[in-house]
């Protein structure tokens, strides 16, 4: 049983005290569904108090991003461990980091390792462009997402990763895909990538959230999808009623 999972990418937004009086509008709403892991992923500056008030609660912690050196001349940069320190969960390769940061499956696969290695859980994001989706080459992309991203890594640690396919066509435009796509290419593309990687045993046991315009409205259908076991919030994840409403939807 796959246990569903709904994380917060608050991505550039709120100050520490914006973030503080965030989480603590959430917490209620949060606090009383057992069956779904709920992750909040607040700007690096945010993590400090963030961390001390959910201390005691079931409300994980993510950073947005790491590098995958232990420490070293990265201006600017932020280690595992560093993360490590206040998280339980990281995102990777978001595709505004691809886009806007030139990081590439090489890099994704380095930081998953690192993040594995410091005992955090990746959430690892793949999606194909609108062009590619025109294309038809949303598999091809993904798959080499999935091989390239997780290259070299076994399949005991396998089954701590969780993906989040997003296409980005959908991400922060509205343009939500339909719960039935998405499912597909969960079905149809990740898994068997998946599968190839490591036996068809964990690619069945591996969390695949859907993430892109996910909203109050829509998540439910995206949660009654047997191969969706939660989702990637971006914008939704900022309003607290809307947010506590996706993750009492991902409830099975
Ligand atoms: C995201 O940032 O990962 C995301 C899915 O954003 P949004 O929900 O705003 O589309």
């Not at 009086?21 to 963030?50: H, Q, W, Y």
């Not at 912690?61 to 420490?71: R, V």
């Not at 995206?222 to 991902?250: C, E, H, M, N, R």
């Amino acid at each position: 049983m796959r246990r569903p999972l709904v994380a917060g990418n608050w991505k550039m937004n709120k100050t520490a005290a914006q973030a503080v009086a965030l989480v603590n509008e959430l917490m209620p709403g949060l606090k009383g569904i057992s069956d779904v892991e709920r992750v909040v992923c607040p700007p690096f500056t945010s993590l400090p108090s963030v961390h001390d008030l959910l201390k005691n609660t079931e409300i994980g912690l993510g950073a947005q991003n790491m590098h995958f050196k232990a420490s070293g001349a990265y201006t600017g940069e932020v280690s595992p461990e560093m993360v490590k320190e206040f998280c339980q969960y990281v995102i990777l390769g978001h595709s505004e980091r691809r886009q806007y940061f030139a990081e590439t499956d090489a890099t994704v696969n380095e930081k998953v390792k690192a993040a594995l290695a410091m005992g955090l859980t990746p959430i690892v994001c793949v999606g194909e462009t609108e062009k590619e989706y025109d294309a038809g080459e949303t598999k091809a992309v993904v798959t080499r997402q999935i091989l390239a991203g997780f290259a070299g890594i076994a399949a005991a640690d396998a089954e701590k990763i969780v993906v989040a396919y997003e296409p980005i066509w959908a991400i922060g435009t509205g343009k939500a895909a339909t719960a039935e796509g998405a499912n597909a290419v969960l079905k149809d593309s990740i898994r068997p990538a998946m599968s190839q990687l490591w036996g068809e045993a964990a690619a069945q046991s591996i969390r695949i959230l859907y993430g892109g315009s996910v909203s109050a409205a829509n998540a439910a259908e995206y949660f009654k999808q047997p191969d969706i076991d939660g989702a990637l919030v971006g914008g939704a994840s900022l309003k607290p009623a809307d947010f506590v409403t996706i993750v009492t939807a991902a409830k099975k």
